[in-house]
């Protein structure tokens, strides 16, 4: 166990919805990670967010959007669904913002239909 | 952050140790050698990382080359729960060129077999 939360574990969902993904960091960790791992692109880096601010993006797309809230947990949203969105998203933490280690959580698996 | 090379998969006999290369040629002066691994969709756990010397925790051992240009991650008993994607990642910790983030590649699946 991480120590890192994520819910829900399981989403099914038809295209063109939109879905919210909860993740709790380890306690005491200011960092957040959200990654996605589909079958045909591994894992992959979307967003990182540090004690509330954003800190770095990666091939996240428009559709796609998180925050972090005060009490440091995090969301990620995504809207207008499509069949390709289909993926495991984990979200991880860490103490600082170098992510120098990061702790992931159990992911949620979302399921475009 | 420096690419890696990482062989597809391997083998290795449940209460042998296991030994896990990974290449890094174009490793810069201040970049770090990390090695997470994923069991079956779950989520990634941390497993060592390393500078220049080598290190060892309680879960394994890295090695890495006198150049810093290969490195070796050493699971001394696997056993059968050690059947995994092994990442090996290079990255830099601090300043500018750091972004938080980890760039996984493909990996290398570590089938433990009895």
């Known amino acids: 166990d991480s120590g890192v939360t994520q819910t829900p574990k399981h989403l099914i969902t038809a295209t063109g919805q939109r879905v919210t993904l909860r993740c709790s960091p380890r306690?005491?960790?200011?960092?957040v990670y959200w990654y996605q791992q589909s079958l045909d692109q591994g894992l992959q880096f979307l967003i990182h967010y540090y004690n509330g601010e954003e800190r770095a993006k990666g091939n996240i797309l428009e559709r796609f959007s998180a925050q972090q809230f005060p009490d440091l947990h995090s969301e990620l949203n995504l809207s207008s669904l499509e069949l390709g969105d289909s993926a495991l998203y984990f979200c991880?933490?860490?103490?600082?913002?170098?992510?120098?280690?990061?702790?992931f959580g159990p992911g949620t698996r979302l399921t475009v239909l | 952050d420096a690419k890696t090379t990482q062989p597809p998969s391997m083998d290795c006999a449940e209460g042998r140790a296991a030994n896990l290369p990974c290449n890094h040629s174009t490793i810069s002066g201040n970049e770090y050698v990390y090695w997470y691994r994923q069991i079956h969709s779950q989520g990634p756990q941390y497993i060592i990382h390393g500078l220049k010397n080598n290190e060892t925790n309680e879960m394994a051992s890295l090695i890495i080359t006198e150049d810093r240009k290969s490195s070796t991650l050493i699971l001394p008993h696997a056993t059968l729960r050690d059947t995994a994607v092994y990442y090996c990642i290079v990255r830099v910790n601090q300043g500018s060129g750091n972004t938080g983030k980890l760039i996984f590649g493909q990996g290398t699946t570590l089938q433990v077999k009895p």
């Open positions: 991880a933490s860490s103490v600082d913002p170098t992510g120098a280690t990061q702790y």
């Open positions: 306690s005491g960790d200011l960092s």
